[in-house]
């Protein structure tokens, strides 16, 4: 049997959508944006995102009918962009992903299953959108790919964090550059209307998810070593030496509280990014 490698991205979305479904009773898979009247709590999580996708809707150009939604997630925002008159196409990388943003559109949408860089589109469109999708493609290759399917004007909508740039030791992974987008950026045909960081607003997410790290799933993992040193502890020291170096690289990144948004500030840029293609 061959080997099949698996996508530990890929993974961790469709984990993260269970999580935030059973827990947090929200679909979307993106960062809230936090206005200043919002306490950061978890029973404000959901709320938050639906602020971020009304940011989404904001940016939208008046002349803007056809969007393909690149990295669709869920479905969620897909099916809010649905719900304003918008013809959507989607792509989307994750199987699991695809099937349930499928059962949530009514099939409604057209989904390429597929990372953007192979996704066989034949049609063109006015916007094509990335609401953090962009950190995991190809810089050049999506510009490329995205010149070829918009429409004469037609316009890109980024919604994503960036790589602060002269900094090292970050807690939190992900995200390209942000100088090197701009160096990429200039050898292609686009006007930017629009970027502005909205990091302040998008920060208290990261509160969200280290007290729930901290004070539901830290306790847990402990939990499931304990029982499984007790119930079979010859299996445990084995497996605890195995993968030592696994054990140990989750717990630093997750159990540390360095995952906050003090951090996130110092490190990530996040921004709303509109561009039209000359």
Avoid at 8 to 29: A, H, N, R, S, W
Avoid at 67 to 84: P, R, Y
Avoid at 185 to 211: C, S
Avoid at 232 to 261: C, M, S, T
């Amino acid at each position: 049997m061959a080997y099949q490698k698996v996508d530990t991205k890929e993974i961790g979305l469709d984990m993260g959508l269970v999580f935030m479904k059973f827990f947090l009773k929200t679909e979307y898979l993106h960062y809230g944006f936090w206005t200043s009247d919002m306490p950061v709590d978890v029973l404000n999580f959901r709320q938050a995102q639906e602020n971020y996708t009304q940011q989404l809707l904001e940016n939208i150009p008046e002349s803007v009918k056809t969007i393909l939604d690149v990295g669709c997630g869920s479905g969620k925002v897909a099916e809010q962009l649905l719900a304003k008159g918008y013809q959507i196409e989607a792509v989307s990388p994750s199987s699991r992903l695809t099937e349930y943003a499928k059962k949530l559109l009514n099939n409604q949408v057209h989904i390429y299953e597929n990372i953007y860089e192979e996704a066989p589109i034949q049609k063109t469109y006015d916007m094509v959108l990335f609401s953090e999708s962009f950190q995991y493609i190809d810089m050049h290759k999506l510009f490329q790919n995205a010149l070829k399917h918009l429409n004469p004007n037609g316009y890109v909508l980024i919604c994503d964090f960036f790589q602060r740039d002269g900094l090292s030791g970050s807690p939190l992974g992900g995200g390209h550059k942000l100088g090197e987008y701009y160096q990429v950026l200039a050898q292609y045909p686009f006007e930017v209307l629009k970027d502005q960081e909205i990091t302040d607003n998008i920060a208290p997410t990261m509160q969200v998810v280290n007290d729930l790290t901290l004070q539901v799933v830290q306790p847990l993992w402990y939990m499931l070593i304990d029982v499984v040193s007790v119930k079979v502890p010859f299996i445990a020291r084995v497996l605890k030496w195995w993968f030592r170096k696994k054990i140990e690289k989750i717990q630093n990144k997750h159990f540390k509280g360095e995952r906050n948004p003090e951090n996130f500030k110092k490190f990530k840029s996040y921004r709303l990014i509109l561009l039209q293609k000359k």
